[in-house]
């Protein structure tokens, strides 16, 4: 993490695997400005972005590409990368999700039911690594167990400040 100058505000910068095919893709290109640490890699599932740091796997898969590349292929290319990466997303990207879309999406759900598979459908580039980076993060160990202790401390204030819990101890002492 950096410091910005003047500002309290704390970078979250991590290292990310990219598939090799993403090399000059305008995912690639913002991760790298955002001063991201990129590392391509060709044994890794083409389309896969993987935040190791996180623990967390993406396949980017476009809408349009799934309707003509068939669904069997699709699935085996899912599956394979599921049995890799415990933590995985399909990002399908759409400009626009239409009908067609849509029903993609339901085939793949209905195909990929019971996994830990999770399918998110985004519109642009930029809405896929702003996805991307805010899993990561959260799922990254020091930030998951500072958002673990902010939900505990929440928690037990709204407990605190009950009035149903302050009812039911002031019932419990009239018991007494």
């Not at 890699?41 to 993406?58: K, N, Q, T």
């Not at 195909?111 to 809405?127: C, K, M, Q, S, Y």
């Not at 690594?129 to 939900?151: E, G, H």
Request: with cysteine; hydrophobic share 40%; proline share 3%.
């Amino acid at each position: 993490m950096t410091e910005t100058s003047g500002q309290e505000q704390s970078r979250w910068v991590t290292t990310v695997i990219m598939s090799t095919a993403l090399q000059n893709h305008e995912i690639s290109t913002i991760l790298q400005r955002q001063q991201h640490r990129v590392r391509y890699s060709d044994s890794v599932e083409p389309g896969s972005v993987i935040f190791s740091l996180s623990g967390v796997a993406f396949i980017l898969s476009d809408a349009q590409d799934l309707l003509v590349t068939g669904e069997e292929e699709f699935s085996q290319r899912i599956q394979k990368f599921m049995s890799i990466h415990r933590n995985s997303f399909l990002v399908l990207s759409a400009a626009l999700h239409g009908p067609e879309e849509w029903n993609v999406m339901l085939r793949i759900q209905k195909r990929f039911l019971g996994t830990d598979l999770r399918i998110i459908p985004v519109h642009n580039t930029a809405e896929t690594v702003k996805l991307m980076l805010t899993i990561a993060k959260v799922t990254s160990k020091p930030q998951a167990n500072d958002i673990r202790y902010k939900m505990a401390t929440t928690k037990a204030q709204i407990i605190e400040n009950s009035p149903v819990w302050k009812m039911l101890e002031e019932y419990q002492l009239q018991c007494n």
